[in-house]
């Protein structure tokens, strides 16, 4: 689950995820696909470049709560 907005400054950049992987998939680079996307200042980027999904991993426990 990609933030909605930027931990730094507050920008909404949730809507400019899918894009920003079909992009990614296409062969671009990070920069290319960023630049594309008019991402310019560098706490939004480093949103982008550092995002790991980590959902499935927490799925697996679940069950174990409560």
């Not at 990614?24 to 949103?47: N, T, V």
């Not at 995002?51 to 499935?56: F, L, T, V, W």
Request: hydrophobic letters at 40%; aromatic letters at 12%.
């Amino acid at each position: 689950m990609f933030p909605v907005r930027c931990f730094t400054c507050g920008a909404v950049i949730a809507h400019l995820w899918e894009e920003y992987k079909k992009k990614l998939a296409e062969g671009k680079s990070p920069k290319e696909a960023l630049d594309e996307l008019g991402i310019e200042r560098y706490c939004c980027r480093r949103m982008f470049l550092t995002y790991k999904s980590i959902i499935n991993e927490v799925a697996r426990f679940k069950g174990a709560v409560g």
